[in-house]
Structures are given as C-alpha cells and as structure tokens.
C-alpha cells in the first residue's frame, strides 16, 4: 500500500482548483441508467470511487468512456439488473443503484454496501421510501432483491433527512405514476445538484434544497449534459489545511455557500475569508483560537464530513473546543493518531474535547476512512518534522490530484509507492527491456 510523507511547518500559498463533488457525482451517475441514452457529465472528478461506480455502470449494461473530467454513460441497453457483492462492497452509495435500477427495469438485486466504517450504517429508510412508492423486498441471504411492476407516486416522509434515502427516493420516483412528495427530505447542496441533473434529461422535479421535493412522475428522460457542482468538503480540507499550516490560497470554484458553517469557526479561529462568485480566499497567519462547540448536523448545519478536519486544524491551534459529532457514532478514527502527534483530545461518547497545542510533532499514522484520512494530512501539514501516513486507499476515494496541488502551495508531501507496485513496475520494465 501507497503512504504519505509529509513534512510539516511549510506554510501554503497560491491557488488550487476545487474538482467536482464527489457526493454529488455518485447520485448523478446512477441516474444516468434513468436515461435511455446518452450522458455526458462534466467536472467529473477522477477518484476511486468514481471508478468502482463505472464498474457497477458496465456490469449492468453501460458503455462507459472517460476523457479527462468528462465521462459519458450511454445507458440504451440495460442487459444486468444484479450488482455482485464484490462492486457492491466497494463503496456505500451503491445503494443508489437501488431505486435508479428500480426506476429503469422495475427490479434490482444488491447485496448489502460497503463505503467507509462510520458505525453502523442502516438503509431502512431506503428502504421504508422505496416501499411507499410500491416497491417489494426479499432478503435472500446477503441479499436484497426488490420487485415493483409499476411505481406508485406518493407522500414520502422521512423519520430523518438521510442524503441517500432522498436521493433513492427521487431516483425511483421520476418513474412512478403520480406525483410523489419526499417530506424532511434532505436539504444539502448535492441534493440540488442531482435535481439539476434529472432536470436536464426532462425530468420533473422541485423544491430541491427545501425539506420538501416534489416529483412528478412518468415522464420518459432523454441524453443530455450535466456539469457537477465543486465538492464543498474538498474545499473545506484545502481551507483548514491553510488554516493549520498558515498562508494564503485561492480556492478557484469555491462556493462559500456551501460550505458556510466551516468558514464561519475558522473565521472566529482567525482566519480571514473572502469569496467571489468564482474563488474563495483564505488567509491565516497564527495558530487558531479555540472556538464555540460544534456541533454537526444535516444541512444547512455543521458538516460531519468536515469534523475530523476541522478538527485537526483547531488541534495544533492554541484555544480549546468542543465537538459534538450527532450523525454517525464512529467518527473519531482520527484521534487515536493526532493523540501521537502530541494533540490533546479526550472523547466522550459524542463529544471531543479539543485542547489546542501549536507544537505537534510529526508521527506515523493511519487512515481508518475518507474524511479522517484527510484529517491526517492537515494535521501532518502543521507539525514539526516528518510524518507518514499509510491507508491512502481510503484517501483517494474523495480526493483528485492532493498531493500534486498541496505541493503546488508549497508543502512538502510526497507519495511513496508501495514495495509491492514497485516491484510490478520494474518487472514490467524489465519485461519491456527484454522485448516482451
Ligand atoms: C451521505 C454522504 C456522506 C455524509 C452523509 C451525511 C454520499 C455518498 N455520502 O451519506 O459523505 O457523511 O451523507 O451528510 O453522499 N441512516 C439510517 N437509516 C438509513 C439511512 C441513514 O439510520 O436508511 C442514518 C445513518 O446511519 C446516519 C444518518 O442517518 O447516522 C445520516 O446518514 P445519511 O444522510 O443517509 O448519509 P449517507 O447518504 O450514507
């Protein structure tokens, strides 16, 4: 496995594109099989994940091509309507899949979705939703085969605005007969973004980004264009790296909207921010003060796909804060390894205690998950001397290009290729060498 080798105390300075969210492009790509041709989606970023979600689109009948950030689905024949366990187990939101497969064919069979270890990750209310709308389940061992011969619009309500569940349910639901309501639907800017999306291949669907979506169904979807939104977690990882490591950067495609409740506690930590239509700018010259509680929730409040890094960056500040993490249950993977580094943080169940020390030192440490792995990296970025970082494999499924555009501010980070690759790399070289 590939580690990181960073070495901290470098302060970042000059400007970083944001590429496309990855969030926002998982949900748009299993819509594409809504459509009985071809999508053409923009600002598609290059990860891991996207990858694994090409895959399912091939298993199941796609033709799939890729030109830089563009990829293309041309979903005309959809000839597979099973998602093996082996793509299944590659990423969560492969339960996406669920309602768009639904949406096309009327069935679809999955086994139950992998992603990142945050506790435990239900999707009964994938499920309750997809029920309304007149879809039936089977379980068959690790299973879950679901059947609807035609879809029935109906009132929706959500015991919680789960972002996937109201993606599921919207997926399915531009297919039923009727119209169908999603009540305390999810509000979050991806949420708008694939509304976006099945707007432009025709489909008939309102009130993204309020708690209440309206879908009118039945309405056949044709090829189109689509450019996914900048990922907002992305550019909160890029704002509390500067915040920790201090400097000044430019965030071309930035949408501070988005993102306001991090730039909001890095603002009170000191940090300056500005933003246009077209970049944010973030300046930080000391360590961060400590700041009120955060506390994260489901859009508009604090992402929880920001806490460990936020977290990170008022760590080898000089304050003390309080998080207290009310989405997942096992969203601390990070602590263990900032704890190395010299940080003071003590966590009680849901909430961590932050006590700021600018004198961390640099560890080895490991990536649990995404959003923690990158934690890691802030953290790396502002202490003193060298740290490695292994378990990029998780790393790479949210981020395009980290270690190229760190280094183009001006960190020293370096990506260390396993011994393992190494090896099948010279083999191939000796391979061509020899002719072969
Ligand atoms: C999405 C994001 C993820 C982010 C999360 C919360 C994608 C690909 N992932 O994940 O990065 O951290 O939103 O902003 O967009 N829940 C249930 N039953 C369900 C579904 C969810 O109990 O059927 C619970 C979850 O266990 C969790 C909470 O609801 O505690 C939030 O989950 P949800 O909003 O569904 O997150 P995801 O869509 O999985």
């Given amino acids: 496995m590939d580690s990181y080798l960073v ?17 926002s492009v998982l949900p748009i790509l299993a819509g594409t099989i809504l459509v009985k ?27 799939v091509s890729w030109e830089d ?27 996406l899949f669920l309602g768009a497969l639904i949406a096309r064919t009327g069935e679809a069979t999955i086994s139950c979705p992998g992603g990142c ?13 997809l029920k309304r709308l007149g879809v039936t389940f089977e379980e068959d061992g690790d299973n879950i085969r679901c059947k609807a011969r035609q879809m029935y619009g109906r009132k929706i309500m959500l015991d919680f605005p789960s972002v996937g569940a109201t993606e599921n349910a919207m997926l399915a639901a531009c297919s039923a007969k009727g119209n169908t309501i999603i009540c305390n639907a999810a509000r979050e800017p991806e949420i708008v973004d694939l509304q976006g999306f099945l707007r432009s291949m025709g489909a008939k669907v309102w009130g993204a980004g309020s708690n209440t979506i309206l879908i009118e169904g039945g309405h056949l979807l044709h090829a189109g264009e689509y450019s996914v939104m900048p990922d907002r977690i992305v550019t909160a990882t890029y704002m509390s790296a500067v915040a920790a490591a201090t400097g000044e950067v430019e965030l071309i495609g930035g949408d501070l909207q988005t993102i306001a409740p991090v730039a909001a506690t890095l603002i009170e930590a000191g940090c300056q921010i500005q ?32 806490q460990p890094i936020v977290m990170s960056a008022l760590a080898c500040g000089v304050g003390s804060t309080v998080f207290i993490e009310s989405i997942f249950t096992n969203r601390y993977s990070q602590v263990d390894s900032l704890r190395r580094m010299g940080a003071a943080i003590q966590v009680d169940g849901k909430k961590a205690h932050v006590n700021g020390n600018p004198f961390l030192k640099g560890a080895q440490l490991e990536a649990y998950d995404l ?36 280094q183009f501010l001006g960190a020293d980070i370096k990506r260390i290729k396993s011994e393992a690759e190494v090896n099948a790399l010279f083999d191939l070289d000796v391979v061509k060498a020899l002719g072969g």
């Fill in 117 to 129: 270890e945050l506790g435990p990750r239900p999707i009964d209310l994938h499920v309750k939703s």
């Fill in 275 to 306: 933003s246009d239509r077209k970049k944010i700018c973030i300046e930080s010259k000391f360590p961060l003060k400590g700041v009120r509680p955060i506390y994260t929730a489901p859009y508009p409040g604090f992402p929880t796909d920001a």
């Fill in 37 to 63: 041709g071809k999508s053409v989606i923009r600002n598609c970023p290059n990860l891991s994940d996207v990858f694994a979600t090409a895959r399912i689109l091939e298993h199941l009948g796609c033709v």
């Fill in 69 to 95: 950030s563009v990829m293309t689905v041309d979903a005309t024949d959809i000839t597979e309507t099973k998602i093996p366990e082996s793509l299944m187990q590659e990423m969560r939101s492969s339960v």
């Fill in 7 to 23: 070495n901290g105390k470098n302060p970042l300075n000059g400007s970083v594109s944001i590429h496309g969210a990855k969030n």
């Fill in 371 to 406: 959003r923690g792995g990158a934690a890691l990296i802030v953290a790396a970025l502002s202490a003193e001397g060298e740290s490695e970082i292994t378990g990029l494999q998780f790393i790479d499924r949210g981020y395009e290009k980290l270690e190229e555009n760190l």
